[in-house]
């Protein structure tokens, strides 16, 4: 019995196995992606792949998604489908300007992603390059991210981080005030 429930298990995983356990491999089960951004992460000074996994934080700030993930080796990453999870949430259109990318790796400088190209459909790739961390310290010069420069006269995009920001501070509101309404209508009890 237990022979036949671990080869069902090995059969039903086969398709991870087959992937070297990197979920990575697997395609998507509905259909084509909607969007999916991966990079090539390369330290700056050198031009190489980083020797680290990097943690990639991806954010959109008009829906609430935070999808936080590792990189699938060292030097490179593959975001899950956020398209497809924008659009599970909300029917507005994916607006890439306002999607926020961060990258971050043991023993190199944080980095957001500062142009995000305008595609809002299918697999993406983009240039990411990390500034090694300084013996002393981090140093303040920003590490370079950019898929292109963007054309002249296009607008910066406005401060996203705003209504994240206060959407967390509703939440915590609302929290604190459940706590000190469900406290006060306790009564004590004096006998058990």
Known sequence: ??????????????????????????????????????????NARTGRPIEKPPYVTLV???????????????????????????KEVTAHPIDTQQLEIVVTASGYQTVKVRHIPRQSKGTIELNVQMEPKTAGGSSTLGAIASQATPPPG???????????????????GLAAISVAARKAGRPTTTAR
């Open 60 to 86: 959109d700030p008009y829906s609430g998604i935070i999808m936080p993930f590792v990189g699938d080796k060292p030097g490179h990453f593959r975001s899950p489908d956020i398209g497809a999870a924008i």
């Open 154 to 172: 296009t607008p910066s995009p406005a401060d996203s981080m705003k209504p994240t920001i206060y959407l967390l501070a509703a939440c915590f």
């Open 1 to 42: 019995m237990k022979i036949a429930a671990i080869l069902a298990s090995v059969v039903l995983a086969s398709g991870t196995l087959l992937a070297n356990g990197e979920s990575f491999f697997i395609p998507a089960l509905r259909g084509p992606v909607e969007l999916v951004y991966f990079a090539r992460v390369k």
